[in-house]
């Protein structure tokens, strides 16, 4: 179970990101946060994890508090945390197997990790994750020959390296086209329903939200707005959609408004 209590996230610029939010996630949920540009959905994530420190409250994750744990500890209970990212965040130059076995460098000691040196039975782990997500053939092509839609799903691959029993995917669909993103989410869908993996996945597009997610959390200026299910917001009111996307919002155009850009926190 992940839980988040009164977060809160102040940039030094004095923006306040995250306004005191709490929540929980129980384990094998595909909780879903929608929201505009700059409502927070981006710090969210990367505070799970730490890649952003909260300036104020708890994040507790199977009984470890993520907030408060030293480097050390940390870097232990990243192992579980498998993160996918909107513009896939991969070495270009280096090989798709390099790309997705840098997903275990949290298992091998900083030495090892250095020079990339990683024993065998990871490989073959390595080679098993591309097989599904279909790209076993792509395994020694530099990582900026693939498409988007190849690049997000080394990205995958990389994460379920980790063994993580939880899955942050801040906007991965955002750049690509409606087939692709189905198929992307597909992927997430079948790691939450087969292998059992939680995930917290930020998106745009209501009507990909409404098909993936099992419960639905709405944020606006760093504030909870709306919670529900995926059967809640197939039945949103007009209310509830402006309540998160504002007054100017309109239902039929929704999905261009929404998905002009990412985050910019």
Do not use: W
Not at 138 to 145: S, T
């Amino acid at each position: 179970m992940l839980e988040i209590k009164n977060l809160r996230k102040v940039y030094p610029d004095g923006t306040e990101a995250l306004k005191g939010i709490s929540f929980t996630v129980e384990d094998g949920e595909f909780l879903v946060i929608i929201g505009l540009s700059g409502s927070g959905k981006s710090t969210l994530l990367r505070c799970i994890n730490r890649l952003v420190d909260p300036t104020e409250g708890e994040i507790i994750l199977d009984g470890d508090i993520v907030s408060s744990l030293p480097s050390g500890e940390l870097r232990t209970v990243r192992r579980k945390i498998g993160m996918i990212f909107q513009h896939f965040n991969l070495v270009k130059r280096s090989s798709v197997l390099t790309n997705v076995l840098s997903g275990r460098l949290g298992y091998v000691n900083p030495a090892s990790s250095l020079m990339y040196r990683f024993p065998e039975r990871d490989r073959k782990r390595a080679f098993e994750a591309l097989e599904m997500v279909g790209i076993t053939d792509q395994a020694y092509k530099r990582a900026d020959e693939l498409s988007g839609g190849q690049q997000q799903r080394v990205g995958i691959a990389r994460a379920l390296m980790q063994d993580p029993s939880l899955i942050l995917a801040d906007e991965p669909v955002a750049s690509l086209d409606p087939v692709l993103a189905h198929s992307i989410l597909g992927y997430l869908e079948k790691l939450n329903k087969q292998e059992g993996i939680t995930v917290l996945c930020s998106l745009h597009y209501l009507d990909l939200v409404q098909r993936y997610a099992t419960r639905v959390i709405g944020l606006k200026d760093g504030n909870i707005v709306y919670r529900g299910t995926g059967e809640d917001i197939r039945n949103m009111t007009d209310e509830q959609f402006k309540e998160i996307y504002g007054e100017e919002a309109i239902r039929v155009g929704a999905a261009s408004l929404t998905g002009e850009a990412a985050d910019v926190q």
